[in-house]
């Protein structure tokens, strides 16, 4: 008997475990080649801050400062964090936070990777705020920072704005 | 002033809303796609978050400058090998309940005809779809899952070494920042297990006075990386010419020809 009993028992475990995993794609070319390089699995979730309102007035408080923690899990080797800023525009005078150099950020990796120490004003379009950070976390936290900074050439209003956050592996 | 000390007084701080996340899975998807072929799968998507929520997916075209995957915009797509109308996903949207899971399907066509030939890199974004909120900020995740496509035939990357540059910090001379600029400008991505370049510090005579690897991205053609290198000249090291030497190989598939690029360039260091 070239394998025990155990083995055989423990090789057919192993095909039927291994089937559900091989399934979902499906080929449809026989040209078709895919690499084994599928993998990894990386979760983003905003675990608090993701509602910020801003309280400053020029005179008695100039600036205020805010801050987002998102929650990441990977079993990839790598990832980093992206975020969009979209315009933050006191509407009644057309006036822009962030092309006017009022609203900062900063952020800060969990791990070895890099975030912005400085405050910075946001880029135009999407940003790097985390790059090459360690994966292969069961859980940990990216922390955004933000500082509102307004003097009396800033007129009065509500601005508005969406940030948009993502996660991606590095490849 | 009153009127505008009160008008620029902004509302009420903070509130925290529901944990909200995503989850999935795979992330990079990597595949020998020959031009008019096509290929399904599947990504699973996961409400990792403590309330059911609707998870919208766009396709978008995504490059990697820096070394880190943009997604970009599709009103503002101009690089040439976005794949971002090459895949599609069904549903385009799904609820999920507290970690609940579900699969998204999608189909990558190649073309026929590519201009210009080569790679082509497209990401699924998957993102929580965000409740209506009065707050001046709000803040939204997403994941995105990325496809690198490679037509097979005619495809290769190609390096060019842009420059090297090598300075003195100033509050510290021994302490020296080497920036050596690589650009991608062949047609398909390189993947940063396939490429291995080192930093040789040498003297006037050739001799090796140091070594270090830089740390490979994967780089998408038409794109440029800098490399940013701290080398610390030993206590001993005499003011003089020195020669900043860079290497990089880039290995290929069986049968093809392994690349091998360098540079050097001389640098005066005062210490």
Request: aromatic share 10%; with cysteine; proline share 7%.
């Amino acid at each position: 008997m070239l394998f025990s009993k155990k083995v055989l028992w423990l090789l057919v475990l192993g095909v039927l475990l291994m089937t559900p995993l091989m399934a979902p794609a499906k080929d449809k070319s026989p040209v078709v080649k895919v690499r084994a390089r599928i993998a990894g699995t990386l979760m983003l979730s905003i675990e608090s801050g993701e509602e910020i309102d801003f309280e400053v007035d020029p005179l008695n408080n100039p600036e205020d400062t805010a801050q987002t923690e998102l929650l990441v899990i990977t079993n990839l080797p790598a990832y980093s964090v992206t975020a969009l800023f979209e315009e933050f525009v006191i509407e009644d005078f057309g006036y822009d936070l962030i092309k006017n150099g009022k609203f900062f950020i900063r952020t800060k990796a969990p791990g070895s990777g890099e975030g912005i120490a400085d405050w910075t004003v946001p880029e135009e379009g999407e940003m790097v705020i985390v790059k090459f950070e360690d994966g292969f976390t069961s859980g940990e936290t990216v922390l955004i920072e933000y500082m509102l900074k307004i003097d009396f050439s800033v007129p009065p209003g509500v601005g508005k704005m969406k940030i948009v956050f993502t996660a991606v592996p590095e490849i | 002033m009153r009127k505008i000390v009160a008008g620029l007084f902004w509302t009420t701080l903070l509130s925290v809303a529901l944990y909200a996340g995503v989850s999935v899975s795979p992330v990079i998807t990597e595949m020998v796609l020959p031009p008019g072929s096509s290929y399904e799968g599947r990504l699973a998507i996961t409400n990792t978050g403590d309330t059911p929520v609707i998870i919208e997916a766009q396709i978008k075209g995504f490059t990697a400058p820096g070394g880190t995957p943009l997604i970009l915009d599709p009103a503002k797509d101009n690089y040439p090998y976005s794949g971002k109308d090459l895949l599609q996903i069904t549903p385009t949207q799904a609820k999920l309940g507290p970690n609940e899971m579900t699969y998204f399907e999608y189909k990558v066509q190649m073309p026929e005809n590519l201009d210009p030939y080569g790679g082509r890199y497209v990401a699924v974004v998957f993102k929580i779809k965000p409740a209506v909120s009065e707050a001046q900020v709000v803040t939204v995740a997403q994941v995105a899952s990325l496809f690198l496509l490679n037509p097979g035939g005619d495809v290769s990357p190609h390096f060019s070494i842009k420059g090297i540059e090598a300075n003195q910090d100033p509050n510290d001379p021994r302490r020296v920042i080497i920036r050596s600029v690589i650009a991608n400008d062949g047609n398909l991505h390189i993947n940063a297990d396939q490429v291995c370049a080192m930093l040789h510090i040498l003297d006037g005579d050739g001799y090796i006075i140091d070594q270090i690897p830089l740390r490979t991205h994967t780089m998408l053609p038409g794109t440029e990386y800098t490399h940013t290198t701290y080398w610390l000249a030993p206590e001993d090291l005499p003011s003089g010419t020195y020669q900043i030497h860079l290497s990089v190989i880039l290995f290929g598939a069986i049968n093809k020809k392994t690349q091998h690029y360098f540079q050097q360039v001389p640098t005066e260091f005062k210490f």
